[in-house]
């Protein structure tokens, strides 16, 4: 069961990797093919794949392609001797147990001194990214301390018109980031300190990392999972070391997302406090900038009031000469008024005698164009009859011809039913000679003969005492009843409306079409033969 569970696992995780492998080379081809022609460093990884991709083929060849074929010649090699396994002296001289030793054992040595060179050359490449990786650290710690402990631009070029505020701000960031930086110094000396007690080897490390993380943290028993897994994968670590070991990477792995979550708090904390910086340094430039508008504002009014006062001054006899020139400027305009408006008068009555005139000739043209108009329908619909008749005529002849072409077909099938008639009735005559052939032949009985029949007793009422019905119907009938007929709402309606002499009247033709059933026809049912 643990072995299935295990099966589902790595090939869930062998399918995931196959997919980040395939997408990570689409990136990095696509990345390359780029940025080549922008950048000579790219052409040169371009062709250090080239050349790795040629080593890894020329390694295959001197080395994969060997063993497969070594192993394909073994595999032909038994079947031979299995099929000539009786044969012993054949055996002896076609086949050489030493030679093939040799061969296999001088195989093992190649590989053996191909894998010591591959072990050197990797051990060599991880101590040179082990030196990189050392380098790497050293100068990102260089970075965060510098990211933490240095004051932004921001804040360093902030215009502010008190000294002091911009100092006590760059204070309070100081102080925020030493906080910051004092708890990310406590979480890394605690990792190192996790690390440090960690006794295992790096590589038992890395298996045990990885194992665990190819089992989902939504799989049921993955603990027992992995457990099992590392196990087998670490022989030589005992349960309690792994359980051990787990815990310890747990509490590592905390402390980890303790640390993320402390940088992501930081940099929104440093976010907000620039943003804050900038606002308090925009409210203080605003309340100083109001301060020095206010102190020229008040100046600037002293100077106002009096140029105002001696304005005013001007502007009172300004006043009075004005309402003279305007009450002797109205008295123009009203004589000019008067005068305009007896114009305008006039030019009003010319105007309707005009306008009179205008609609006069207006009704008279009107008039002729509906004249004209009206002929020009009365010749339309005198064509659009004749092209009525002539259609009509075409219409009857169009009927004669179906209804001759439907005769014809009528004929046609009577015709067929004669002829499978006759057929038929030939039919029958081959089966009555035939039955005439196989007839059954009756016993001779003379007292049958004579003998009252079951029908004759029926009608003598001979072994029968049902009275005979006479108003008794003939057949049964399968229909509506009367009751069944009144309680249609329709009937209902148009006997009221006949009753009371509306029945052929608009009204009952209008309401009639619209009362529905007692019991609304299926849709199948109703017809579409008039919608056409």
Request: one cysteine or more.
């Amino acid at each position: 069961m643990l072995l299935k569970q295990h099966q589902q696992v790595w090939w869930q995780e062998h399918k995931r990797l196959s997919e980040n492998r395939q997408k990570a080379e689409a990136e990095i081809k696509t990345f390359l093919d780029e940025e080549s022609h922008k950048h000579n460093f790219f052409l040169d990884m371009r062709d250090l794949e080239h050349k790795l991709s040629k080593e890894r083929d020329t390694y295959q060849k001197n080395t994969v392609v060997p063993i497969w074929q070594l192993k394909e010649n073994l595999k032909f090699r038994l079947s031979e001797m299995q099929c000539y396994l009786s044969e012993e002296s054949c055996l002896k001289s076609k086949l050489n147990p030493v030679e093939m030793v040799q061969q296999i054992k001088f195989v093992k040595k190649q590989q053996k001194a191909i894998l010591e060179f591959l072990i050197l050359e990797s051990l060599a490449l991880e101590r040179e990214l082990e030196d990189y990786k050392t380098k790497a650290l050293a100068h990102s710690f260089e970075e965060k301390n510098g990211l933490f402990l240095e004051v932004p631009s921001a804040l360093l070029s902030l215009e502010c018109p008190c000294p002091d505020l911009k100092t006590l701000v760059i204070n309070e960031y100081q102080k925020l980031a030493s906080g910051y930086w004092s708890k990310l110094q406590e979480i890394d000396q605690q990792l190192k300190v996790l690390y440090r007690n960690i006794e295992w080897k790096e590589e038992d490390q890395w298996v045990f990392q990885t194992v665990i993380n190819q089992y989902p943290s939504d799989l049921q028993r993955r603990r027992t999972l992995y457990l099992d897994v590392l196990q087998r994968y670490l022989p030589h670590k005992s349960r309690h070391d792994l359980v051990v070991h787990e815990k310890a990477w747990h509490r590592y792995h905390f402390i980890r997302n303790q640390r993320r979550i402390l940088v992501l708090n930081w940099a929104q904390a440093r976010k907000a406090f620039l943003l804050k910086a900038v606002m308090a340094a925009a409210e203080a430039s605003a309340a100083h900038e109001t301060e020095v508008v206010l102190a020229n504002t008040r100046q600037k009014q002293q100077e106002i009031c009096a140029d105002l006062k001696a304005k005013v001054l001007q502007w009172k006899a300004q006043q009075e000469e004005a309402a003279n020139l305007q009450a002797a400027a109205a008295a123009r305009r009203k004589e000019k008024k008067e005068e305009e408006e007896r114009r305008q008068k006039e030019r009003e009555i010319i105007r309707r005698a005009r306008e009179k005139e205008k609609v006069k000739k207006y009704w008279a043209e009107k008039q002729l164009k509906w004249q004209e108009q009206e002929e020009k329908d009365l010749q339309r619909l005198e064509e659009l009859r004749k092209l009525m008749a002539e259609q009509a005529v075409k219409d009857r002849e169009r009927v004669k011809f179906r209804q001759a072409l439907l005769e014809k077909r009528l004929l046609e099938k009577k015709d067929l039913a004669l002829q499978e008639a006759r057929e038929e009735e030939e039919k029958e005559k081959c089966l009555e000679a035939l039955r005439q052939q196989v007839a059954v032949v009756a016993k001779l009985d003379p007292a049958r003969v004579v003998a009252d029949t079951v029908a004759s007793k029926a009608r003598m009422g001979v072994g029968t005492n049902e009275e005979f019905d006479l108003q008794k119907p003939l057949f049964k009938l399968h229909t509506y009843s009367e009751q069944q007929i009144i309680s249609d709402p329709r009937l209902r309606v148009e006997l009221a409306l006949r009753e009371a002499g509306l029945h052929k009247t608009l009204y009952a033709k209008e309401i009639l079409p619209k009362i529905p059933p007692l019991k609304l026809p299926r849709r199948d049912m109703e017809s579409t033969a008039f919608k056409m």
